[in-house]
């Protein structure tokens, strides 16, 4: 089964910084834009983040300039580098397709941004 795995996130202090992972069929990268999703609890899941196979990025208002999305295709693994983190954008993130299809989602990793 088709899996996207997840991974580095924790808990940081306000001002930190963050460096998540996510592990995805190669055919993702070079077929499809990848988006990096999160939820908070209570909210619905949003767009964090996105690039497409030739690497174009977009970002949610909230985060640019602050985080940065990329990907390494020899890896199969797409990166979001979050710095200045906020309270706010505590939540669990996500990685799949931007668009359908959408892959079976993974189970996430949770950011924790406290003091």
């Known amino acids: 089964q088709v899996q996207l795995v997840e991974s580095g996130g924790g808990l940081v202090q306000p001002g930190g910084s963050l460096r998540l992972s996510c592990a995805a069929p190669?055919?993702?990268?070079?077929?499809?834009?990848m988006a990096w999703y999160r939820q908070a609890p209570g909210k619905q899941r949003e767009v964090v983040a996105s690039i497409t196979h030739g690497g174009d990025t977009t970002y949610k208002r909230s985060v640019k300039g602050r985080f940065t999305i990329s990907k390494d295709n020899t890896k199969n693994t797409m990166y979001l580098q979050m710095n200045s983190l906020k309270p706010e954008d505590t939540a669990v993130y996500y990685c799949?397709?931007?668009?359908?299809?959408?892959?079976?989602w993974g189970q996430g990793t949770q950011v924790t941004v406290s003091s």
């Open positions: 190669g055919s993702s990268f070079s077929t499809y834009a």
């Open positions: 799949n397709h931007l668009q359908w299809p959408l892959l079976p």
